[in-house]
């Protein structure tokens, strides 16, 4: 089992940034891509950014150039820096991690709120 705590959600003014953090413990080894999901109220949830054990990335087009994702395997943390934020990007914003025998998102964290808003 792979268990995922996020933080560093808030509310934070349109235009301004804010990092959130997501620290792994667990089953590490049994994970490869970690990756930050959103859900806006009536919305689906859709995916922002990925990262691989080796750091490649890629992002949503709505975040490309404004969301940088990193990782820090010694440490077992994936970071979301979050510049020029705008009040569409306002959601919950989930951590997961994709299981190396399925492929599939299998371990979720509990999900942190950004609320952009003047």
């Known amino acids: 089992q792979v268990q995922l705590v996020e933080s560093g959600g808030g509310l934070v003014q349109p235009g301004g940034s804010l990092r959130l953090s997501c620290a792994a413990s667990?089953?590490?080894?049994?994970?490869?891509?970690i990756a930050w999901y959103r859900q806006a109220p009536g919305k689906e949830r859709e995916l922002v950014a990925a990262?691989?054990?080796?750091?490649?990335?890629n992002y949503a087009d709505s975040v490309k150039g404004r969301f940088t994702i990193s990782r820090d395997n010694a440490a077992n943390t994936v970071s979301l820096q979050m510049n020029s934020l705008k009040p569409e990007d306002t959601a919950v914003y989930y951590c997961?991690?994709?299981?190396?025998?399925?492929?599939?998102?299998?371990?979720w964290g509990q999900g942190t709120q950004v609320t952009v808003s003047s």
């Open positions: 667990g089953s590490i080894f049994s994970i490869n891509v």
């Open positions: 990262i691989t054990k080796i750091g490649s990335g």
């Open positions: 997961s991690a994709r299981s190396v025998r399925t492929g599939l998102y299998e371990y």
